[in-house]
């Protein structure tokens, strides 16, 4: 079983959509957890990025931490067809030089 | 656009053939961290290098290798290629070693397929 699960979806919504990308972990050593966006081809772009539980919210996206359940979320409100791309979770534990990815949930947004 | 600067970005191999990958890190950031990420799968950790010196090592054998050079720029070396060695492989620059940090830059990621 992987450290860090993540369902690949695909995820289709219409513009003006919430969309919700989940994530779920095994390691309870895990304090720092971010979320990137990868366009096609591309390098991951860091989105987000958070220490232990609680909210972060920014512009339309919002990225909550819930470490009781080892669950962790992406909001991204008024969705645009510019979002359509593959959403990668990551963690690490404190002082470490590793992230762990999940394995990433694409995500298409239709005009 | 990070500056972090990769090459070559595609590249095509032979099976046991030796593969060299370069890294230009963002200004002022002193760690290089190389991934692997498979088709459909996400970035896996093969090692990290702070001030010339490896820095931790994901679960890859050796015939991965690395180097930083005096201005943190990097390599990658696989030798002896397998099939499953194709994937896209990134480098990540940060300003330390910790890689739970918001200054953590990807290049765009070399392409690698092994024929």
């Known amino acids: 079983q992987k450290e860090v699960e993540q369902d690949p979806g695909p995820l289709s919504v219409p513009e003006g959509a919430i969309v919700s990308l989940n994530c779920t972990y095994s390691n309870s050593a895990f304090q720092y957890f971010m979320w990137y966006r990868q366009y096609s081809r591309k390098g991951p772009e860091l989105l987000m990025y958070?220490?232990?539980?609680g909210n972060k919210e920014d512009g339309r996206f919002t990225a909550q931490v819930d470490k009781s359940s080892k669950y962790i979320s992406l909001f991204i409100r008024d969705s645009q067809p510019s979002d359509s791309a593959t959403y990668l979770c990551a963690m690490s534990v404190a002082n470490a030089g590793k992230s762990t990815f999940g394995d990433g949930t694409t995500l298409t947004v239709k005009p | 656009e990070t500056g972090v600067t990769q090459s070559p970005t595609h590249l095509i191999k032979t099976r046991g053939q030796q593969v060299t990958l370069r890294c230009s890190s963002q200004s002022g950031h002193n760690t290089v961290s190389w991934y692997q990420q498979a088709l459909g799968q996400g970035p896996q950790f093969i090692f990290q290098y702070y001030r010339e010196e490896e820095n931790g090592r994901g679960n890859f054998p050796p015939r991965f290798s690395g180097l930083q050079f005096p201005n943190y720029s990097s390599e990658l070396n696989v030798n002896a290629l397998e099939l499953d060695d194709s994937a896209l492989y990134l480098c990540a620059s940060s300003p330390g070693t910790e890689s739970s940090g918001n200054t953590i830059y990807f290049g765009e990621g070399s392409w690698l397929t092994v024929v």
């Open positions: 958070t220490y232990s539980s």
